[in-house]
């Protein structure tokens, strides 16, 4: 599917996307209806994009005995591009793409086909390759679908990747944007650095993946000198988070206001400060860092489960299962910041996208 000229302009400006989970029913099965009625979650709580086949998906069903890849990707396609139909509105649709070259290849061609805008890349395949290698990867696969890189931090499988791999990175014609995920604020700054010594901040969208500084990073202004000279002043304008696959009504509310005190040109409010921090501690709860981010998965799928959205907090991996405490700690976060979940909107219809 092209990326629209008017779509371009939307990344651009920044938007919520949301990583999609996986829906499994208690035999660890696709639960087809609950997945469908995400999706229509996302799109009525005003996410500017869908990310599907992420880290938050399961990197799992790619595995021959889940074959889960191609229907997930199919089914998140389809039901975007009717709903979306019947609000009146359209979406930017991301899919991962893993594995080496030959199979990062094959996921952007189905990708492709299945009617999907950009790639989000994750190099967690390549983790001992050089970076001449990782590099031309990255050109291989920009020719089969316009690419969001991905800075994945270590913890969850990703690669340390240098200033040095970003600005050529930031040279590949075919880059939509930048998901910065280290989790660092000093390998954010690489990447920052990298596309604005390459002078592509203008045409590469940085995108926040950073769960533990979500509002601060869309609040500040980057200014970077370059080797030249020349002085580059860059924002990150949105946000590709897994994290913003639950409460996303609010996510969306909250980039709004980012963006607002940005254009007011005026010293940022400290309740915006405030808000990062309370955001920063729910995300604790959620992705569990207390555990080494053992229970991220099952973590966002008992908000979901609590919602209704899913039945269960289900892996395909039985072994990834809510951390000792964590139960706990979404209770405290409910208790303690109850203007931050969209309980009220996921209940008013919940019906509506269950029934489809």
């Known amino acids: 599917m092209s990326l629209t000229a008017e779509l371009r302009a939307r990344v651009r400006a920044g938007m919520v996307i949301p990583a999609n989970p996986l829906a499994l029913t208690s035999e660890r099965k696709l639960d087809e209806r609950r997945q469908r009625a995400l999706t229509r979650y996302y799109i009525d709580a005003g996410s500017g994009g869908l990310a599907v086949g992420v880290h938050s998906t399961q990197f799992e069903i790619r595995e021959p005995q889940h074959a889960l890849f191609e229907p997930v990707l199919r089914i998140a396609s389809e039901t975007a591009d009717d709903w979306c139909k019947k609000r009146g509105v359209?979406?930017?649709?991301v899919a991962g793409v893993c594995g080496a070259t030959a199979q990062a290849l094959k996921e952007a061609e189905y990708a492709v086909k299945t009617g999907y805008h950009a790639g989000?890349?994750?190099?967690?395949?390549?983790?001992?390759?050089?970076?001449?290698a990782i590099v031309r990867h990255c050109r291989e696969v920009s020719k089969a679908i316009p690419l969001i890189?991905?800075?994945?931090q270590p913890a969850v499988g990703g690669r340390n990747l240098p200033y040095e791999f970003w600005r050529q990175f930031a040279e590949i014609e075919n880059v939509l944007a930048i998901k910065i995920a280290p989790f660092n604020r000093y390998r954010t700054l690489d990447v920052v650095r990298g596309v604005c010594e390459a002078g592509r901040e203008k045409e590469i969208t940085l995108?926040?993946?950073?769960?533990?500084?979500?509002?601060?990073?869309?609040?500040?202004?980057?200014?970077?000198?370059?080797?030249?000279?020349?002085?580059?002043?860059?924002?990150?304008?949105?946000?590709?988070?897994?994290?913003?696959?639950?409460?996303?009504k609010r996510a969306v509310e909250q980039l709004a206001r980012c963006h607002e005190a940005i254009r007011a040109n005026a010293p940022i409010p400290q309740v915006l400060l405030t808000l990062a921090m309370e955001v920063t501690d729910t995300n604790a709860a959620f992705f569990d860092p207390a555990h080494d981010f053992a229970g991220c998965l099952?973590?966002?799928?008992?908000?979901?489960?609590?919602?209704?959205?899913?039945?269960?907090?289900?892996?395909?991996?039985p072994h990834e299962v809510l951390s000792p405490g964590q139960s706990e700690e979404i209770d405290r976060m409910?208790?303690?910041?109850?203007?931050?979940?969209?309980?009220?909107?996921?209940?008013?219809?919940?019906?509506?996208?269950?029934?489809?």
């Open 90 to 93: 359209s979406i930017l649709k």
């Open 120 to 132: 989000l890349l994750s190099l967690a395949a390549l983790k001992k390759e050089d970076l001449p």
């Open 149 to 152: 890189g991905f800075y994945l």
């Open 298 to 317: 099952p973590g966002i799928h008992e908000v979901l489960r609590r919602q209704g959205l899913l039945a269960g907090t289900w892996c395909l991996n």
């Open 334 to 356: 409910y208790r303690s910041y109850p203007h931050l979940n969209d309980d009220a909107f996921v209940k008013e219809h919940l019906e509506t996208w269950l029934r489809g």
């Open 207 to 248: 995108y926040t993946g950073n769960d533990d500084n979500i509002i601060v990073d869309l609040l500040s202004e980057f200014r970077v000198v370059t080797s030249s000279g020349r002085e580059a002043r860059v924002r990150i304008a949105g946000g590709l988070l897994g994290h913003w696959c639950v409460w996303t």
